[in-house]
C-alpha cells in the first residue's frame, strides 16, 4: 500500500475542468483513475493553452497536464456500438464511474445509470454538471459563469459602485469537483455496508450557492440582502486590502490584540477605547468614513513588503497581495511542495500545481505526468479485458478506439 | 443504514468557518459529529450575525446554525486538564478529530498528533490552518484574507484597471474545509486496509492555490503571469457579464454553434465567417474593441429577463446575475432542495442552505438544528464515557464542561 488510495479504479469520461479536477484528486491519492478520451483528438484542453514554451501541441497543453497527470489514458468512440460494449465490459471491473456530459448524454449513449448499475451493481457513478440531474433548468447548457451568476454569488463581489464580478478562476468548477470528490468517497464508504453503489449528483450551481458563507442566512433569517462591499469583510473590523506604494497589502485586524496593536502602529491609541473605534460593531459602523481614510494614507507611503513587516512584528495578520509568479516562488507554498516537476515525454521537465491534502501515512504524489492520446489502450484493454495486439489494430481501424 | 457516513464518530473541535463546514459536509452525510465548544460562550459565530429576526442572543444567530446543524454539542474546557483526559477518553471512541486552531494549539492542550495517536492508533486527526503544519509561516496567525493574497487568487480577480479583489464569501475557508473533509475519507479508506489512522493536514493557503485554473501553468510552463481581466475569460470568448437596463447577464458563447447562434441574435451574421471574429482566438483578439462594444449596445436594450429569453430561445448559455433573495426563491435552487427548513427550539422555523452532494441510495439531510451550547453533555458523556448525573454537576461547577 503505498497512497491512500490504492485499489480504487475509476473509469474518467470528464472532459475540460471540473470532472478533471475531481478525478486528479482521486488519481492523486492512489486511485487508478483510466481516462477514457475519444480518439478524435481528446479532451477540448488538449487544444486550450497555455502551451509549454507557447508552441501549440495536442501533447502541449498546460490546461491539459495539470488536471490529468497521475491518469492512464485510453481512447474510445463512444458514438460506435462496440464502444458501448466495451466499456460496460470496463464497468463490471470498476468502483466509480465520473462523468460531466451535459444531463441526458449517457443515456443517449447507451450508458444511463441504469444500464451501469445491471452492468456492476457495485458500481458508483458520478455525474457533475451545471444544474445538476434534476429541476427546471436541468437539460439547459451551463458553464461555471451560470453557476456564479444565478447562485448570487457573482452580485457579492466587486467594488461597491461597480459591477457584479466574475471569480476569474472558475470556481463553479473547482468548487463542484471537489464536492463530487468527496461524494464519490462517502459512496464508498456506504458500499462497504450496503454492498450497492449510488448515483452522486453534483451541480456547480449547488455548489457556488453553498460556499457563499453567511450570505444565504442573512437573507433567510434576517431578510438582509448583502452586496457588493469590495474587499472589505462585512461582519468583522477591520479586514480589508489597501494600496501601497508599489503594490497591495491585505490586514486582518479585528480581535481586540490586533486592533490594538494597529492602533499603535497608526499612532491612534485612543482608538483602542474610543466608543466609535472600541468594538468591531462600533468599526463597522465607523469604517468607511472615520477608520479606512487614516489605514489607507498610512498604507500609501509604505513598500508592501515594509508594510507586512511592520504588521507582522505585531502579530497582525497580512499578507501581500502577490501576483502568480511571486505566489509560485514564494517560500511557504514551496515548503508545502505545492509546485511540483513532472517529467513529460514530449514537453520535458514541467511543474504543476501540488496536493492540497497533505496525509501523513500515506501521502499522494504526483509520479506520472498526463497520458499522451490512447497511451495506455494496449496496456488497458490487454489487462482488464484480454484483448491481443490483433484486435486493437482492427478496433482501431473501425474508428472504435 | 440511512445515510451514507452512518457509524463514522467524529470530534469536532472547530471554530468559524473552515472548520465547522468540514464537518458540516460530513454530518450532513451521516457522522455522528460531536462539536466541542468552550463552555465560556462557545464559538465565536455565537456571537456574529445575522441574528433571527435581527435580535442578538446566543442560540440565535444564523452563522453558526447554517455551520453546524446536525452536530452534537458538548462543552469541554480544554485549558483544565481534567477537561484533557476526558477529550483523551472521547479519542479512544472515534475514528476522526478534526480541529483548526492555529499550528502548535493542539500540543499546547496536550493532545498532540502523538498523544492522539497514543490513545488510539485508529484515529484520524484533520488540522486545517491558514498556512499549513509546515512551512516558514506555519506559525503566522492568517485568515482567508491571507490565503488569497498570498495565492496570488486576488491578483486575477477585479477589473483590468481596478484593485484586486477578495472574494467576498471567505472562500479560502470552504475551499480548505471540502479538501479536508475529501482528505479525511481518504484517510478512513486507508485506514480499513492499514488499520491505522493518519494526520491529515489542509492548509487555506494550498487550497486556493489549487483552484486558480490555469494561471499557476500559464506562469510555469509559458511565463505567463495572468492578472484582472474583468467577469470575462481570458481562454475563451465570448464569455462575459454585461449590463442590461435592469441589471446584468453573463452568457457564455464560445462553441461555433454558440457563436453562430450570438452574432444572428446581434445582427452580425458576416461575423461567422469574418476572419477577426470566427474563430475562438481570432475573437479573443478582437473582443475589447470589436465585439464587446457591440454586444454591451444591445444588451442596454433590454432587460435582463428579457434578454435571458432571446439568448434561451437559441440554446445560448447564460444567466441573470441574481441577487441572493432571487437566489434563494429561485425554482432551480428550490427544486434542488438548496434551501431546507429546520425546526429550532428558540428561533423558530429557520432556512438553511442544503447539500450539495445528492446520492441516490443513502442521501444526506438536515435533520438537527445546531446543538444550543452543552445541549447534549448528558447524553454523549453518559453515554460514551459513562458519567453520571452527579459527576456531571461537578464537573460543571469545577468548570470542566
Redesign the interface.
Known amino acids: 500500500?503505498r497512497?491512500?488510495?490504492?485499489?480504487?479504479r475509476v473509469l474518467d469520461l470528464t472532459r475540460v475542468?471540473a470532472g478533471p479536477y475531481c478525478t486528479m484528486?482521486l488519481a492523486d491519492?492512489g486511485a487508478e483513475v483510466i481516462k477514457v478520451e475519444n480518439p478524435a483528438g481528446g479532451d477540448d484542453t488538449r487544444r486550450?493553452?497555455?502551451?509549454?514554451?507557447?508552441q501549440p501541441g495536442e501533447e502541449r497543453s498546460?490546461?491539459f497536464?495539470?488536471l490529468n497527470r497521475n491518469k492512464y489514458g485510453v481512447t474510445l468512440n463512444l458514438k460506435h456500438p462496440t464502444a458501448i460494449d466495451l466499456f460496460i465490459r470496463l464497468v463490471t471491473q470498476a468502483d466509480v464511474v465520473v462523468e460531466n456530459y451535459a444531463p441526458g448524454t449517457m443515456q443517449k449513449f447507451g450508458l444511463g445509470?441504469e444500464v451501469l448499475q445491471q452492468a456492476n451493481p457495485r458500481v458508483i457513478l458520478a455525474s457533475i454538471s451545471?444544474?445538476?440531474?434534476?429541476?427546471?433548468?436541468?437539460a439547459?447548457?451551463?458553464?461555471d459563469?451560470?453557476a456564479?451568476?444565478?447562485?448570487?454569488?457573482?452580485?457579492?463581489?466587486?467594488?461597491p459602485d461597480?459591477?457584479?464580478?466574475?471569480?476569474?478562476?472558475?470556481?463553479g468548477?473547482?468548487?463542484?469537483a471537489?464536492?463530487?470528490?468527496?461524494?464519490i468517497?462517502?459512496?464508498?464508504?456506504?458500499r462497504?455496508?450496503?454492498g450497492?453503489?449510488?448515483?452522486?449528483?453534483?451541480?456547480q450551481?449547488?455548489?457556488v450557492?453553498?460556499?457563499?458563507?453567511?450570505?444565504?442566512?442573512?437573507?433567510?433569517?434576517?431578510g438582509?440582502?448583502?452586496?457588493?462591499?469590495?474587499?472589505?469583510?462585512?461582519?468583522?473590523c477591520v479586514?480589508d486590502?489597501f494600496?501601497c506604494r508599489d503594490g497591495?497589502?491585505?490586514?486582518?485586524a479585528y480581535k481586540p490584540h490586533?486592533w490594538g496593536n494597529l492602533c499603535r502602529l497608526l499612532d491612534r491609541p485612543g482608538w483602542v477605547t474610543d466608543p466609535r473605534t472600541a468594538t468591531n460593531d462600533q468599526r463597522l459602523a465607523h469604517y468607511e468614513g472615520l477608520i479606512k481614510p487614516v489605514i489607507e494614507a498610512w498604507a500609501a507611503h509604505h513598500d508592501a513588503d515594509a508594510l507586512v513587516t511592520l504588521l507582522?512584528a505585531e502579530?497582525?495578520?497580512?499578507?501581500?497581495?502577490?501576483?502568480?509568479?511571486?505566489?509560485?516562488h514564494?517560500?511557504?507554498?514551496r515548503?508545502?511542495d505545492?509546485?511540483v516537476p513532472v517529467a513529460h515525454p514530449v514537453?520535458g521537465r514541467?511543474?504543476?500545481?501540488?496536493?492540497?491534502?497533505?496525509?501523513?501515512?500515506?501521502p499522494g504524489g504526483v509520479d506520472r505526468p498526463p497520458p499522451l492520446l490512447g497511451e495506455h489502450n494496449a496496456e488497458v484493454y490487454g489487462r482488464l479485458l484480454g484483448l491481443t495486439a490483433d484486435e486493437l489494430v482492427a478496433l482501431r481501424r473501425d474508428g472504435v478506439i
Chains 1, 2 share one sequence.
Open positions: 500500500m497512497k491512500a488510495l490504492d485499489g480504487l475542468y484528486v491519492m486550450i493553452g497555455p502551451y509549454k514554451d507557447h498546460g490546461y497536464a495539470m445509470w451545471g444544474y445538476g440531474q434534476t429541476g427546471p433548468l436541468s439547459r447548457p451551463s458553464y459563469g451560470n456564479q451568476a444565478l447562485s448570487g454569488l457573482m452580485s457579492l463581489i466587486g467594488a461597480g459591477p457584479p464580478m466574475r471569480v476569474n478562476p472558475a470556481i468548477d473547482s468548487s463542484a471537489i464536492h463530487a470528490a468527496f461524494g468517497l462517502c459512496a464508498v464508504y456506504a462497504e455496508r450496503t450497492r453503489g449510488q448515483w452522486v449528483d453534483v451541480a450551481l449547488d455548489a450557492f453553498s460556499i457563499m458563507e453567511s450570505a444565504v442566512v442573512n437573507y433567510t433569517l434576517a438582509n440582502v448583502l452586496g457588493r462591499v469590495g474587499s472589505r469583510h462585512q461582519d468583522v479586514y486590502v494600496r497591495y497589502v491585505y490586514l486582518g490586533h507582522d502579530s497582525i495578520p497580512c499578507a501581500k497581495v502577490q501576483t502568480v509568479d511571486q505566489a509560485v514564494h517560500p511557504q507554498l515548503a508545502r505545492m509546485v514537453m514541467i511543474e504543476l500545481p501540488g496536493i492540497t491534502c497533505k496525509l501523513s501515512d500515506t
